[in-house]
């Protein structure tokens, strides 16, 4: 069964830091792009962060750019989201995902993905 899994959220201080990670089973993510993306409360789906499945590319909303890492540990199958700086703004729902295809191109578009995890809330406090 194909399963992705987030976890790593929860309430922080502004300025504190989270890691996410997001875990896979049932397919590897190694060859598979992999996206991040947030939703706040009455907010459309926004794309946060992606890595290419070669890791030579990868993607930074402007809003998150010099704050938020995203790396890969392929013999975990799992791909990680450092959050540092953590903004009252930066509180969301996050989801990974990750497209059926293989390939190394990134994507940024929530259409663009097949599989999503269940979400990890992250809420960020004054």
């Known amino acids: 069964q194909v399963q992705l899994v987030e976890s790593g959220g929860g309430l922080v201080q502004s300025g504190g830091s989270l890691r996410l990670s997001c875990a896979a089973s049932g397919f590897t993510l190694e060859d598979r792009t992999v996206g991040w993306f947030r939703q706040a409360p009455g907010k459309e789906r926004e794309g946060v962060s992606c890595?290419?499945?070669?890791?030579?590319?990868?993607f930074y909303a402007d809003s998150v750019k010099g704050r938020f890492s995203i790396s890969r540990d392929n013999a975990e199958n799992t791909v990680y989201l450092q959050m540092n700086s953590l903004k009252l703004e930066d509180t969301a729902v996050y989801y990974c995902?990750?497209?059926?295809?293989?390939?190394?191109?990134?994507?940024?578009?929530?259409?663009?993905?097949?599989?999503w995890g269940q979400g990890t809330q992250v809420t960020v406090s004054s």
């Open positions: 995902a990750t497209p059926r295809r293989t390939g190394s191109a990134l994507l940024y578009f929530p259409y663009e993905y097949d599989y």
């Open positions: 890595v290419s499945s070669n890791d030579d590319s990868t």
